[in-house]
């Protein structure tokens, strides 16, 4: 099968060319079915050793440490870590909201860059990569694959993916912890407009299934700041009531609310141990990643 | 100007409703906040913007305030807004306005000029025009300033009269044709200065309303009395031959304004008695003055009047004419604390009687003969009414008509007599005929042969009044058998029971006109035989008859028909305010002469009488007009009106900034950026 060549313009070769020097880290360990830079729970023959343990019949002679042996006068074995590959699975939030944008970028087209970066870097080690589009249910989803075809079905789906209809984040993280058999890095991206106890639970579930979950919330900078000068309409994109507000008069309480809502949105990433990034869609996607990819360096394997 | 501007304060109201109106839609993705907030309470900010709006407006109403320039005061307010084309000031000098504070500097006339020109500067104007209460004439300023300048704003001794004020106002408002016209009324409202019982008041109310331009009054009123102010008064003056010297006879009045003495030299209590009238005891010195020699007397005063009869001053024996001055130490009121008089042998009293009838002649030649003082010489001479041309009407004091009222020359005679000043009592003749003289005529005689009674009389003025003890006249001891009706205006003086007039007195400017219904003769009356009414109304007459005659007058001062007949353009000072203008004499208090002839001119006695008007009846006298009054209080120092524009301004300038510390964002925490943060 031959790839598509065709450009795709949430890709940036320059910028994947930068990202690729640093390796995409799993922070638990991962089942993969083949040898890869992700560590796995099981003993493997890599060259990081893990651990001694004694002798019982039906080892193999050859892993016996004969070093040891000579000063101990008792047999061990000598056993290394495992090197396995991961499942990335990118869970792409394509609700009406998404759809929002107020200095030229939407969220959707933010999260397709990064998913796409994401889950090209993944492949390029070696990792398989799928991708579920997510809204009121699951809107698309393609599992898991390590062959850069795969790839670009990925892709497909990404500049495919139309904001459409309201959220419903949370039965649908609940599905995928169910629905996603093996251990996988879950990278999830999206506004997270949603009560913060209620994704409790998800992450909850998804840390209990032995999931690596990954967080991207993209916010927009008008979001954050809320400056207007005239009464506004505010139609709801998901198809909710509409609001009418004079923003001097409501501002101070929806700043009030909203950091309400992201400080309690960070007690439930930490208590959840979810690696959470908050993205101002102003920000630099390549920083963004940047700062993603070195921060699962330091905690790999843990 | 500032109602017009009033509506732009609810500017920020429209500029807020307009806002409402332009609003924009967004299509929003975090309406999860906007749900929220709106679930938030609002009351602090709903307060804010409530807030916000009211500063914003209330910056609005003080910048139109600060421009429209508006004046404040206790009472005045927003009352003078705009600038007048004319503003007329009616000054009222009288002697009462000379009244002091207890404890003030200024006089109630100074007061009210220095308030007048602070306020008056401050309003503008652009024609400024005074009518002061001496001559009412109007008279253009260049500026209100002058009017601390002027002699013709100082105090008088004149009295004002505040109805031939406003009307010489409203002829030169009529006259000049002035625009909107601004009418300032300086006065102590004393009843004697206002005549409110006036009729001329409702004809000038009627007046002002008719002018189209606008007319608006304001009135700077200092009606506060002073108590225990005194005022003294000569009643009598006569010089008396004694054997070897002469002396003069002086009565006089010293009268107590209502309320507690102020007076230093006061003594509460001295008699330990526990009537008030008695509590109250001064001891007064009044001082006489003899051209230039002065002497003392103090008296005891309690009560609110006092009278002093024939104080003996000697005189020497060569002395027959000469003036005089009585004075009371000084009090609030400096005006009423002297009194000038003039004396001089008396002129004899002559009278003439023209009778046709001689038993009715003869008991009036006998009443006007007979002196009532042996130092007055009394003459009376009867004529036919064909020797009038002869009489030397220079030197008649009365004149007695017993005959058919006078007609064509007589008749002009007669008139110019009364113009001078002479007395006339006609009697009704035999046949009463169809003549009138001033404006009375005799009707028929009516018989009564069984007398009728006189059922009133007036004992309160004029010729049958009270004696000076307070004793009744007898008149009502009179029988009247025959009498004459009177037909014509007059004003009855004693009324015949069923309502015939006894004795009636007809209007005249100067003089005395009256007309006696009966005769004295035996067959009419019983007036000779009970001779003390008709004596005493003889001489009555005679003496104020002779009054107008000799070398010496009383005379009150502005009394324009007395002391216009003397001619005071040509008087000289004899004594008196040294700051008095020559040509202003007649209207201060003091002694001057004219050749032979000495004049004593004094205030009014109505000024002697604190009597203030009310202030609904102020208030009725100008209903219907526009009328603004202030009460002030002689001394004051403090301006009656103030620009208040720099209050206006500084409070716009508050209001602005609070109106901005308002709007201003609330501070957030940095540390809490929601920006850019990762777990």
């Known amino acids: 099968m031959i790839p598509d060549r065709r450009s795709r313009n949430f890709l940036d070769a320059q910028v994947l060319s930068r990202l690729a020097a640093v390796p995409l880290f799993a922070r638990r360990p991962m089942q993969g079915n083949v040898s890869g830079r992700h560590p796995s729970p099981h003993r493997g023959a890599s060259v990081e050793f893990a651990e001694y343990r004694k002798y019982v019949p039906g080892d193999d002679l050859r892993r016996l440490d004969w070093r040891a042996y000579g000063r101990s006068d008792r047999f061990y074995v000598k056993e290394f870590e495992a090197d396995t590959n991961l499942r990335c699975c990118l869970v792409l939030d394509t609700s009406g909201s998404m759809e929002f944008g107020s200095n030229g970028v939407t969220k959707i087209d933010y999260a397709r860059r990064l998913a796409a970066t994401l889950g090209y870097l993944a492949v390029q080690q070696g990792d398989a990569v799928g991708v579920s589009c997510v809204a009121k249910g699951i809107v698309r989803n393609i599992p898991a694959k390590r062959n850069p075809a795969h790839l670009m079905s990925v892709f497909d789906i990404l500049e495919h993916a139309r904001p459409e209809g309201e959220t419903q984040l949370v039965p649908v993280l609940h599905e995928l912890a169910e629905t996603i058999r093996q251990r996988a890095l879950i990278v999830i991206v999206s506004d997270l407009f949603v009560e913060p106890a209620e994704l409790r639970g998800c992450f909850q579930h998804l840390r209990f299934r032995k999931h690596d979950v990954a967080v991207f919330q993209l916010l927009d900078p008008l979001e954050l700041s809320f400056t207007f000068q005239r009464p506004m309409r505010f139609l709801d994109m998901e198809g909710g009531p509409s609001v009418f507000a004079e923003p001097n008069e409501i501002a101070d309480r929806y700043h009030k609310a909203l950091r309400t809502y992201l400080d309690a949105l960070r007690q439930v990433m930490l208590e959840s141990a979810v690696d959470y990034h908050r993205v101002n869609l102003g920000d630099d996607y390549e920083q963004v990643l940047m700062r993603f990819l070195v921060g699962r360096t330091r905690g790999k394997g843990k | ?679």
């Open chain 2, 1 to 679: 100007m500032l109602l017009a501007a009033l509506p732009i304060i609810s500017l920020p109201i429209l500029i807020h409703l307009i806002n409402q109106r332009r609003f924009q839609t967004i299509r929003w993705a975090a309406m999860l906040f906007l749900l929220a907030a709106n679930r938030m309470s609002r009351g602090y900010a709903r307060l804010r913007q409530w807030l916000i709006m009211l500063f914003r407006m209330l910056a609005i109403a003080g910048l139109i305030f600060a421009v429209s320039r508006p004046l404040a005061s206790g009472w005045l307010g927003l009352t003078a807004g705009g600038r007048a084309d004319t503003t007329i000031i009616l000054l009222d000098r009288s002697p009462s306005m000379r009244q002091q504070s207890s404890g003030a500097v200024g006089s109630k006339l100074e007061t009210g000029r220095q308030q007048l020109v602070q306020t008056l500067n401050t309003l503008g104007s652009a024609r400024w025009v005074l009518i002061e209460s001496t001559t009412n004439t109007p008279r253009e300023l260049e500026s209100p300033d002058a009017l601390l300048r002027l002699p013709a704003a100082e105090p008088t001794s004149a009295s004002a009269d505040l109805p031939a004020m406003l009307q010489a106002a409203r002829d030169y408002i009529q006259a000049n044709k002035s625009g909107r016209t601004e009418i300032w009324i300086c006065s102590d409202i004393r009843q004697n200065d206002w005549n409110a019982d006036s009729g001329r008041w409702q004809t000038l109310r009627d007046s002002f309303l008719e002018l189209s331009q606008g007319v608006r009054f304001h009135l700077l009123a200092y009606p506060q009395t002073s108590s225990g102010n005194l005022s003294v008064r000569v009643t009598d003056v006569r010089r008396r031959q004694t054997s070897d010297s002469a002396e003069l006879l002086v009565s006089l009045r010293l009268t107590r304004e209502d309320g507690a003495d102020s007076s230093p030299t006061r003594e509460r209590g001295v008699t330990g008695n526990d009537d008030p009238s008695l509590a109250l005891r001064a001891s007064v010195p009044i001082q006489f003055e003899i051209e230039g020699a002065r002497s003392e007397v103090t008296i005891e005063m309690s009560g609110p009047q006092f009278e002093l009869k024939d104080q003996r001053i000697p005189l020497e024996r060569n002395h027959q004419r000469g003036w005089g001055k009585v004075s009371i130490p000084a009090d609030a009121n400096a005006s009423d604390n002297d009194f000038y008089f003039v004396f001089d042998q008396p002129a004899p009293r002559q009278t003439v009687i023209v009778a046709d009838d001689a038993p009715a002649a003869r008991p009036l030649q006998l009443a006007a003969a007979i002196s009532p003082d042996p130092a007055l010489r009394c003459a009376a001479e009867i004529i036919t009414l064909d020797q009038l041309p002869t009489i030397d009407w220079e030197r008649v004091s009365l004149l007695l008509w017993q005959a058919p009222l006078p007609r064509d020359e007589s008749a002009k005679r007669v008139h110019s007599f009364v113009d001078r000043g002479g007395q006339v009592v006609f009697f009704p003749p035999r046949d009463p005929g169809n003549d009138e003289f001033a404006g009375v005529r005799w009707q028929s005689w009516v018989e009564s042969p069984n007398g009728v009674v006189i059922e009133s009389w007036r004992g309160d003025q004029d010729l049958l009044a009270h004696t000076q003890s307070g004793a009744a006249l007898p008149v009502g001891q009179l029988e009247i058998r025959k009498s004459c009706g009177l037909s014509g205006e007059h004003t009855p003086l004693a009324s015949l029971k069923g309502g015939a007039t006894l004795v009636g007195r007809a209007t005249t400017n100067r003089g005395g006109v009256y007309f006696c219904a009966t005769t004295p003769a035996a067959a009419d009356s019983s007036m000779a035989s009970n001779g003390v009414v008709l004596y005493v109304l003889v001489h009555r007459a005679l003496a104020t008859g002779a009054a107008v005659l000799g070398n010496t007058r009383q005379l009150v001062a502005g009394d324009a028909s007395a002391v216009s007949s003397e001619q005071p353009l040509n008087w000289h000072q004899v004594a008196g305010p040294a700051d008095a203008l020559s040509t202003d004499f007649a209207f201060h208090g003091g002694v001057y002469g004219a050749g032979e002839k000495l004049f004593a001119v004094n205030r009014a006695a109505a000024e002697d009488h604190a009597a203030v008007l009310a202030d609904q009846r102020v208030a009725a006298l100008f209903q219907g007009l526009d009328f603004a009054r202030v009460d002030d209080r002689a001394g004051n120092l403090a301006a009656l009106i103030q620009e208040i524009w720099r209050l206006f301004l500084a409070s716009m300038m508050i209001a602005l900034i609070v109106e901005a510390a308002l709007c201003l964002p609330r501070i957030v925490a940095r540390a809490g950026s929601p920006a850019g943060a990762s777990a």
